[in-house]
């Protein structure tokens, strides 16, 4: 039985349209105004929302604004009364499923609603869908420091202990990550990740807390920030290492008391965020040379995993070759190529500087280049051997 949440202030409209819609099989709840509806929306699970726009305390529209935030999914429609129908438009701009207008008319309202029921079945199949396939990637390895670091992950993902993954480019220290979030009791919220390195040190501000509108020159719209957008779940900071002093500051913050403050702004937003956070520098070092603030160091660093250079688990590469020759097989829709032993054992012998990702490029190059069966020979024609 669908669950329907109808907001409006006036008493009348929510008795008749919970009878009629009763009637037709839906279960109803009510709320008076916008913030008791807000209450109810974020603690209970709606299919379809029925919002009036005018009402005491909280509108429609911020209404609309606040459920937006915190569960994007659920459709709302608007009520709208006839002296407000340009505030209905606005609300369908901002990402109200649809409107109807007052006093409503059955058929449309009843076709309406079902057709933001067949919406939302759809979106919660998507999401489904996302789970099963966009599942994280297997961690391939056989060798003792993979294990442990299966291990390791295990033990600390379901507890809200904060971990630094450190190691070369390319090790799967975001693979690492990721599987720290799938295994934790976060996994349904998201995992936001910010690539520190790659976010000019002007902005990484905005990026992670937000901005108010107007708070500088290119702040045309509010933005929500990352730590914002992970609330409930994991926020990955990849290549901490490149953070600023300043914005160090701000996520030491964060961390010590679990509060933010959007760039412009004066008030502060509580979140619920877990930080994993990952770098290929050594970070010590960083803070004897004065970049990297030591207290953002042990905060961070609960939990350290270090994950070792191919180079020095060299054991695992004929398992990840036989790993990626079938995933990009996969990806191209053909069948698996072979590789002859004393193929996958000259690549054991490479010097993998690149480490896993540089191994799994190699393996691609060597699919598309090579004859049916994978050769010495190819590796040695196609693979720049650096001993
Ligand atoms: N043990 C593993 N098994 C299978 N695939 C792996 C493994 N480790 C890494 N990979 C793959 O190798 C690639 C690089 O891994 P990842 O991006 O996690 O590395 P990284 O340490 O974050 O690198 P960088 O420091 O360059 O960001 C990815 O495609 C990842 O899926
Ligand atoms: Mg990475």
């Known amino acids: 039985m669908p669950n329907i949440l109808i907001i409006d202030d006036e008493k009348s409209i929510r008795k008749t349209l919970a009878e009629i819609l009763s009637y037709e099989g839906y279960k109803i709840d009510e709320a008076s105004d916008g913030e008791e509806g807000l209450k109810k929306f974020t603690s209970n699970q709606y299919d379809v929302v029925l919002c009036d726009i005018k009402m005491p305390k909280m509108d ?3 209404f609309l604004e606040k459920a937006r935030l915190a569960n994007s999914d659920v459709p709302i429609v608007i009520i709208s009364g006839h002296g407000n129908i340009e505030s209905a438009v606005e609300a369908v701009k901002k990402g109200a499923f649809d409107f109807i207008s007052k006093p409503p008319d059955l058929n449309r309202m009843l076709i309406t609603l079902r ?4 919406k939302q079945v759809l979106v919660t199949e998507t999401k489904v869908l996302k789970r099963k396939f966009g599942k994280v990637q297997e961690i391939v390895g056989s060798s003792l420091p993979i294990k442990k670091i299966k291990d390791t992950i295990d033990k600390v993902a379901p507890t809200e202990a904060r971990v630094l993954i450190t190691g070369e480019n390319g090790v799967g220290k975001e693979l690492v990550a990721r599987w720290i979030h799938e295994k934790s009791n976060r996994c349904t919220a998201p995992i936001v990740e910010v690539n520190c390195a790659a976010i000019p040190s002007e902005l990484i501000e905005s990026e992670l807390f937000g901005h108010e509108k107007g708070s500088f020159t290119s702040a045309i719209k509010q933005r929500i920030g990352k730590f914002e957008q992970a609330n409930g779940g994991t926020l990955f900071l990849d290549e901490i290492g490149d953070m600023s002093l300043s914005a160090q500051a701000k996520v030491l913050r964060a ?6 403050t959007r760039v412009g702004a004066d008030k502060d937003i509580n979140v619920d965020v877990r930080v994993v956070a990952a770098t290929n520098k050594n970070l010590l070092n960083e803070v004897d040379e004065k970049k990297f603030r030591l207290d ?9 995993i270090h994950v070792p250079s191919l180079n020095e688990r060299r054991e695992d590469v004929p398992i990840l070759v036989d790993y990626f020759l079938e995933q990009i097989a996969n990806e191209y829709g053909q ?3 072979e590789i002859e032993t004393d193929a996958i054992e000259l690549l054991g012998k490479y010097n993998w ?10 393996v691609e190059r060597l699919i598309i280049l090579s004859g049916k069966v994978i050769k010495v020979e190819d590796i040695e024609n196609f693979v720049e051997i650096r001993r």
């Open 60 to 62: 429609g529209i911020e």
């Open 115 to 118: 057709n933001a029921l067949d």
């Open 296 to 304: 953002l160091y042990h905060r961070l660093g609960v939990i350290i």
């Open 255 to 260: 961390l010590q008391e679990g509060k933010i």
């Open 335 to 337: 069948p698996k190529k």
């Open 353 to 362: 500087t690149g480490n896993i990702r540089e191994l799994r490029n190699v």
